[in-house]
């Protein structure tokens, strides 16, 4: 076989032509061009970004026969016998098939000897977090202080399972994941270099897909070029990576601008008719959505967003984007629970179209709602003490006050008598008067000013009527719902049948909801 797969074929070979890690490629350069070395390098990061191709090329860098530096020649001996894995004194080990202590001994038994072929040794250890605690603590004291002939490099996806005695030992780099347009950027030079007609926009689904791996973006371009057979298309690229097409999320997007329900459930059965993967649409649903957020703060001329992108931002509301993208986000983790994935897509869909943002502050039925008559001379219509109906509204906002300690104890003894604009009124139970103090006042004060974002002044008054009280009210749902599971406990059939057996009791005092 004389194909060479792109991967390999457009390894990077120099500092200078790894894209996306130019942090890296700086500390690197400073390092060889000073010729201050350090002895133990740890590379980190995702696959596909470069981990390995780093350390190859650092070997390279310290073993040109033209000297240490930063640009090696790439033509002498030592640096095409490590480009063609040849190079007898940069030994590459894989820690995930040689986890043992044994091997880790077997390794550093070499150590000793200086090198045989160039001016360092290097021991390049891939996915170094595989190794077993005990490799690792036969590694610690020549990782500390090896020959000065020799060097480590480490790489690893997972820098977290190392141990902090190897982290303190090494150089950390870490690599991040290559931004999707510098990918879309890098396959299109490889595209025109290798002859490949292509479309952009399909570059750009390779990109995305590739969740920042550079060579998981080239393995898909080997790929989506043989579905294709060299002129890669939109259309195909998407159909070989089971995505759908961009204008079907921008049809389900106008079908919920428009509360069309009829036309929503159309596109998605014509989606389930293609076969579509719903947990992917749901992913392009919300890149789509954030998207539109961003055309919304930033502009989406600025950002060079799809037009239509951009329509859809002047249509949707800020509020609407983000209950929609937390609708999508929550549905796609549930999805796999629903008995049909058609079924739980059309149920995230038909939750969007039901529910709208509401504003912060809950609605009272006071006389200013419906008056212009100025706040200085405005009636407040009392909501009477003993009235139940009220206390759920006074239980939704407490839930949102924050309060903790013997403030949140307070307000949750209380219940809503009034509200105007700038004036709300709890009534608190007589018996509860001992609680009573400015201090916590002035804490319940301070949280509904943030929460209604206005000026709020705060008065409680005792009252000796039987009031609801958000305490009252879990008080009677804890004892409902510890009933319910006492009656359930009780009717259990093997609950019965030991109790028979063994002329058992039931301790009911144990039992406890969860």
């Known amino acids: ?34 010729q201050r070395l350090h002895h133990a390098y740890l590379f980190t990061g995702t696959r596909g970004v470069g981990k390995t191709t780093f350390a190859r090329i650092l070997a390279k860098c310290i073993n040109c026969e033209s000297g240490i530096s930063a640009i090696p020649c790439g033509t ?51 996915e170094v977090h595989m190794l077993s605690t005990s490799s690792f603590n036969a590694l610690l004291k020549t990782l500390e202080e090896p020959p000065p002939y020799v060097i480590f490099l480490l790489a690893t996806t997972d820098p977290k399972r190392l141990p902090v005695t190897v982290l303190s030992r090494c150089l950390q780099l870490n690599l991040k ?67 759908i097409e961009q204008d079907t999320l921008f049809r389900l997007l106008h079908s919920l601008v428009e ?59 800020a509020e609407e984007a983000q209950l929609y993208y937390q609708i999508a986000l929550i549905g796609r983790r549930d999805l796999p629970l629903a008995p049909h994935p058609q079924l739980g897509f059309e149920m995230i869909m038909l939750r969007m179209l039901a529910f709208k943002p509401v504003t912060k502050n809950p609605s009272f039925n006071t006389q200013e709602s419906t008056s212009h008559t100025p706040a200085s001379t405005t009636k407040v219509q009392p909501i009477p003490a003993a009235t139940t109906s009220q206390s759920p509204a006074w239980a939704d906002i407490l839930a949102k006050l924050q309060l903790t300690g013997m403030a949140q104890a307070l307000a949750a003894n209380c219940t809503l008598s009034s509200l105007t604009e700038h004036h709300l009124v709890l009534a608190l139970s007589a ?82 909801t969860i």
């Open 76 to 126: 002498c001996q030592h640096c095409t016998a490590i480009d063609n894995g040849r190079f007898l004194d940069l030994m590459e080990i894989d820690a995930a098939s040689r986890t043992k202590v044994e091997d880790t001994r077997e390794v550093l038994d070499n150590v000793q000897y200086p090198p045989t072929q160039g001016r360092y040794k290097v021991y390049l250890i891939d």
């Open 1 to 34: 076989m004389t194909y060479q797969v792109l991967a390999r074929k457009w390894r990077p070979r120099a500092l200078k032509e790894i894209i996306g890690q130019e942090h890296v490629v700086r500390i690197l350069t400073h390092a060889l061009t000073q």
């Open 259 to 317: 509360q069309n329900g009829q036309q929503l459930i159309a596109e998605i059965k014509q989606l389930a008719e293609f076969a579509a993967d719903f947990n992917q649409v749901l992913a392009d649903l919300l890149t789509v959505l954030h998207q539109i957020s961003l055309a919304q703060v930033i502009g989406g001329n600025a950002l060079n967003l799809h037009d239509e992108i951009i329509q859809l931002a002047k249509r949707f509301t």
């Open 431 to 512: 018996q509860h008067g001992p609680m009573l103090n400015k201090k916590l006042v002035a804490r319940i004060e301070e949280a509904l000013v943030l929460y209604f974002d206005k000026p709020i002044k705060l008065e409680i008054k005792l009252t000796s009527a039987e009031i609801e009280t958000p305490s009252k009210l879990q008080q009677q749902k804890q004892i409902a719902r510890q009933s319910t599971a006492t009656d359930a406990i009780k009717a259990d059939s093997e609950i019965q049948k030991i109790i028979q057996l063994f002329d058992a009791t039931l301790d009911v005092d144990s039992i406890q």
């Open 177 to 243: 994941r290559i931004p999707a347009e510098q990918i879309t950027q890098h396959l299109q030079s490889i595209c025109t270099s290798e002859k490949i007609t292509y479309e952009v926009d399909a570059l750009r689904c390779l990109a995305h897909a590739a969740d920042g791996s550079l060579r998981d973006a080239l393995s898909l371009l080997d790929q989506t070029n043989a579905f294709c057979h060299g002129n890669i298309t939109t259309a195909e690229t998407r159909q070989m990576l089971g995505n």
